[in-house]
């Protein structure tokens, strides 16, 4: 729906993508902590548009999407 109620025929058309995220925290210490994990899990591609849609961003997906793919990261936390 765009504002005043109207609808938008954009988001008739727009799949469902579910991503899933996963991540793990360990306490290896009182004063230091771990945690590491995956975005995206499963690599799901964003659904491409037509580029002459107004407001779909780049690279020619709709914004809510995520567009970078499958990341890995690793952090760790120490305290003093």
Do not use: C, E, K
Not at 29 to 34: G, K, P, S, T
Request: net charge negative; glycine share 10%.
């Amino acid at each position: 729906m765009i504002g005043g109620g109207t609808h938008d025929p954009l988001y008739a058309h727009l799949p469902a993508r579910n991503y899933i995220d996963l991540t793990a925290v360990w306490t290896v210490h009182d004063h230091f902590v771990l945690r590491a994990g995956v975005t995206n899990v499963f690599d799901q591609d964003p659904p491409m548009l037509r580029s002459n849609l107004p407001g779909t961003g780049l690279p020619n997906t709709y914004s809510s999407y995520d567009l970078m793919g499958r990341h890995l990261f690793v952090g760790a936390t120490a305290t003093f």
